[in-house]
């Protein structure tokens, strides 16, 4: 049997804690975990790993998340999305399709916004 997955689930408003998850539980598996501790649907979770956004699908060893890492978690809101959309698909930036806006927990526990993030587009900073 492989060795569980300890990670730290740090999300905006709620005290960091950790959840144990198999090396192969996907992201989604994770946002379900992670409901123990913060009172976000899953549904609405947007996970970050070293500066990427993580979608539901993958799995968490293939991200190269490990034993110790940090996922963030935030809030997705449906009508935020849907207005930067319409404003992205109007423009010729370098970002196309629908782009977010997220808070998550910064340094020192500091609610940090990120603003306009596209799908796959990386997290630089937290």
Request: aromatic share 2%; hydrophobic share 45%; with cysteine.
């Amino acid at each position: 049997m492989a060795e569980l997955c300890k990670v730290r689930i740090r999300a905006a408003g709620s005290p960091d804690f950790d959840i144990e998850l198999e090396p192969t539980a996907t992201v989604l598996d994770a946002k379900i975990a992670a409901t123990a501790g913060c009172d976000i649907d899953p549904q609405f979770m947007i996970i970050i790993c070293k500066g990427r956004v993580l979608k539901d699908e993958e799995v968490l060893s293939n991200c190269s998340v490990r034993s110790g890492d940090a996922l963030h978690v935030a809030r997705g809101s449906p009508l935020a999305v849907a207005a930067p959309a319409a404003a992205a698909a109007s423009s010729s930036g370098p970002t196309s399709g629908p782009t977010i806006g997220i808070t998550v927990k910064g340094p020192g526990g500091v609610d940090v916004e990120l603003q306009a993030l596209g799908a796959n587009e990386p997290v630089e900073r937290l």
